[in-house]
């Protein structure tokens, strides 16, 4: 069965940096594109970061110049890389993999999600 399970969340300074891990097993990860989504408290899940099979890379421009999303197919997980935190990006983010799209909600496979409180 795919899993994907994510970490590396936490409570951390507006300022702060926080690197996220997704760990896939049950797929084959070098073929899929993939991203990063949130949701904060009584809002919709938004898009934040994705990456392609190719390694192209796309972010939501809230997010562009502070986050960055890299992938390691020889250890089939990705990662997102947070820097500069503000109380705004304060949501559970989630993996998800297999879209056309990638800025689209409409991923085959997700995870569970890790919750990220920055703090003022």
């Known amino acids: 069965q795919v899993q994907l399970v994510e970490s590396g969340g936490g409570l951390v300074q507006a300022g702060g940096s926080l690197r996220l891990s997704c760990a896939a097993s049950?797929?084959?990860?070098?073929?899929?594109?993939m991203g990063w989504f949130r949701q904060a408290p009584g809002k919709e899940r938004e898009f934040v970061a994705a990456i392609s099979r190719n390694v192209s890379t796309y972010y939501s421009d809230s997010v562009k110049g502070r986050f960055t999303i890299s992938r390691d197919n020889a250890k089939n997980t990705m990662y997102l890389q947070m820097n500069s935190l503000k109380p705004g990006d304060t949501a559970v983010f989630s993996c998800?993999?297999?879209?056309?799209?990638?800025?689209?909600?409409?991923?085959?496979?997700w995870g569970q999600g890790t919750r990220v409180t920055v703090s003022s």
């Open positions: 998800a993999v297999g879209s056309r799209t990638l800025t689209t909600p409409e991923y085959t496979y």
């Open positions: 049950g797929l084959t990860f070098s073929i899929y594109g």
